[in-house]
T-cell receptor
């Protein structure tokens, strides 16, 4: 049973550039949440996708956007990268639109220089 | 932003000892309290979770104690092992609100 997968593993971008991160949810899951985890901190909720729509957003600017595809996979896009966007980006999945029992992927480490 | 406060920031325990990590929350509407374990280079893994209608939940060596009136909950790791060395996060979630709030994490080191 494949768990949550994310790609790429690591990414280095320059300030002002744009980046796209990808996530495939755990088999049987249809809901995807994205989190940002700064070094030494707990994850912070960015947004959640369910039925191909953004259902809820945390305290993140519009530079952060996403998409969910019919196969439930998801993308996180960040525009106009800032140095402060450097972090581990985590994807978590659940079933049936629930936010309980979230299963996390290994994350994508984004470094902005 | 932070609604869940976690302590201590770091913890060192001898093999076989008991590790205790504490969390306090502010929002009484939270109704789900999970604990996650994270190893370096990995995503958080769900360890154990509790609802506010019970005071304790045990799964193997891991126990959550929950005090609703004090708005506090804690993770106890019995017979701690070097393989338990990781960062532990408490979290809280409110029904119909998908913004799960995490504590800042506790770095646990279990010495052999």
């Amino acid at each position: 049973d494949a768990g949550v997968t994310q790609s790429p593993t690591h990414l280095i971008k320059t300030r002002g550039q744009q980046v796209t991160l990808r996530c495939s949810p755990k088999s049987g899951h249809d809901t995807v949440s994205w989190y940002q985890q700064a070094l030494g901190q707990g994850p912070q909720f960015i947004f959640q996708y369910y039925e191909e729509e953004e259902r809820q957003r945390g305290n993140f600017p519009d530079r952060f956007s996403g998409h969910q595809f019919p196969n439930y996979s998801s993308e996180l896009n960040v525009n106009a990268l800032l140095l402060g966007d450097s972090a581990l980006y985590l994807c978590a999945s659940t079933r049936d639109g629930s936010s309980y029992e979230q299963y996390f992927g290994p994350g994508t480490r984004l470094t902005v220089t | 932003q932070q609604q869940v406060k976690q302590s201590p920031q770091s913890l060192i325990v001898q093999k076989g000892g008991i590790s205790i990590i504490n969390c306090a929350y502010e929002n009484t509407a939270f109704d789900y309290f999970p604990w996650y374990q994270q190893f370096p280079g990995k995503g958080p893994a769900l360890l154990i979770a509790i609802r506010p209608d019970v005071s304790e939940k045990k799964e193997g060596r891991f126990t959550i104690s929950f005090n609703k009136s004090a708005k506090q909950f804690s993770l106890h790791i019995m017979d701690s092992q070097p393989g338990d060395s990781a960062t532990y996060f408490c979290a809280a979630l409110q029904y119909n609100n998908n913004d799960m709030r995490f504590g800042a994490g506790t770095r646990l080191t279990v010495k052999p």
